[in-house]
């Protein structure tokens, strides 16, 4: 794709037009793990750099804090290492000020001297030379969505021009990628979902990126303070959490996929099957799909006895008087 790009690009008479709708393009046509390098791809066909970072952020007291990022042919362990040195990281407190510019930096000037010796180091560790870095206000959550470009040599410096390309792209970048996370949302939800299920984004921190009406009323009725911006914190110690991906709480279960940084969440009311274990919603799927108790025995390898018991015990928890209830039950749940 991008080799296709950089050739058609070069052959255009509006090289920034082609590479906005292939931008654009992408949002659309592009799983969402991928979608942020292949963007970055078409970005370098206008303005060459080595490394990036693509996340949202908020200022704090000592600087800024990232909520997600994606690294692009940066190493993993960078972002720890930033977190050591941002309080010393006086252009990121630049950007965050003067949102909707874009800053060009060449960053052994803007960090010469003692008291940015910590940011100076990390610079050069992760070469960093110069920095093409732009900020803008995100509306539905109020953190910074930035998009930072690198070059490692420090003679490469950029042009006033490519500054000026840079600050007319990041808007379209940021578009594109909601678009892109609006799919995904919807990918998530699955077309086969029973229609109470609500959806929502949310960042490590709680932050919710987007979310459905449907999707705050059910965490509401679960949490009577929930203000609708920063999920509970229960929620965020489940994200946190090795065991299942799936909070089962007193009126709702939510379910989520980590992505790039991110929980696409799923949120419906709970039901009576929400509290079958394991080995009793198996045995459920199976009576609801019609076998025997012989059968079920026999492909579970229990005895059917052992069936029986536990169908009795399903249908007291479900509330279910038959099968047919049952299945209906199993189908409105999405089990």
Not at 82 to 91: I, Q
Not at 111 to 130: L, M, P, Q, S
Not at 144 to 158: F, G, I, Q, V
Not at 247 to 254: A, K, Q, V
Request: contains cysteine; charged residues 20%; aromatic residues 8%.
């Amino acid at each position: 794709m991008n080799r296709v790009v950089r050739r058609i690009a070069a052959q255009s008479s509006d090289p920034v037009g082609t590479v906005l709708l292939n931008l654009y393009q992408v949002s659309h046509e592009t799983p969402h793990a991928q979608f942020h390098d292949t963007a970055l791809g078409l970005l370098k066909c206008l303005i060459p750099f080595d490394f990036a970072k693509w996340g949202s952020s908020h200022l704090s007291s000592q600087g800024v804090i990232f909520h997600e990022a994606h690294l692009h042919q940066e190493p993993p362990e960078i972002m720890e290492a930033y977190t050591h040195v941002y309080h010393e990281d006086s252009a990121a407190r630049w950007v965050a000020r003067n949102l909707g510019i874009t800053a060009n930096f060449h960053n052994p000037t803007v960090f010469a001297g003692e008291r940015h010796r910590a940011i100076r180091d990390y610079t050069r560790r992760y070469r960093h030379a110069n920095a093409l870095i732009t900020g803008r206000r995100d509306p539905r959550t109020g953190l910074m969505h930035s998009l930072s470009l690198y070059r490692a040599d420090p003679e490469r410096t950029y042009t006033e021009r490519e500054r000026r390309l840079c600050q007319f792209l990041v808007p379209h970048c940021a578009q594109a990628l909601v678009i892109n996370r609006m799919l995904q949302v919807e990918q998530v939800r699955r077309p086969d979902s029973p229609g109470t299920v609500a959806m929502a984004i949310a960042d490590p921190f709680g932050t919710l990126h987007f979310a459905e009406p449907a999707f705050l009323a059910l965490v509401r009725s679960e949490w009577m303070g929930f203000e609708g911006a920063t999920l509970p914190s229960p929620l965020q110690l489940a994200f946190l959490g090795s065991g299942p991906c799936r909070f089962l709480g007193r009126t709702l279960l939510l379910s989520w996929m980590s992505c790039k940084g991110l929980y696409f969440l799923r949120a419906r009311q709970r039901l009576p099957v929400d509290s079958l274990t394991p080995r009793e919603l198996a045995i459920a799927r199976e009576v609801s799909a019609g076998l025997t108790h012989k059968e079920i025995a026999r492909k579970l390898g229990i005895a059917p006895a052992t069936v029986r018991n536990h169908l009795n015990l399903i249908h007291e928890r479900s509330h279910a008087r038959n099968n047919a209830e049952l299945a209906a039950q199993l189908r409105l749940a999405g089990y």
